[in-house]
């Protein structure tokens, strides 16, 4: 199974096909192709899929996003263990 997950632009390089972006992950920075969002800018979100932003979605959803992946985190941990 594939997951694409949202990041925020801190920064762009570069132009077309090989333009890039710095974009944090909640606080882990990577590098990511913009060449599919050529219209993103800095402070977008963008869903991220394999080292390529695939689309811009709004920040209320990228929050939304961010509290199902914490959901989900939380249910992996043993019974009795704090949040």
């Known amino acids: 199974m594939c997951l694409a997950v949202p990041g925020k632009i801190e920064s762009i390089a570069g132009?077309?096909?090989?333009?890039?972006?710095?974009?944090?992950?909640?606080?882990?920075?990577?590098d990511v192709n913009l060449a599919y969002v050529p219209e993103a800018k800095v402070g977008d979100y963008v869903?991220?899929?394999v080292g390529f932003a695939i689309s811009i979605i709004d920040e209320t959803e990228a929050m939304k996003v961010f509290e199902y992946l914490d959901e989900i985190a939380d249910l992996e941990k043993p019974p009795g263990e704090d949040k």
């Open 47 to 49: 869903i991220v899929h």
């Open 15 to 30: 132009e077309d096909f090989e333009r890039t972006g710095k974009v944090s992950f909640g606080g882990v920075v990577k």
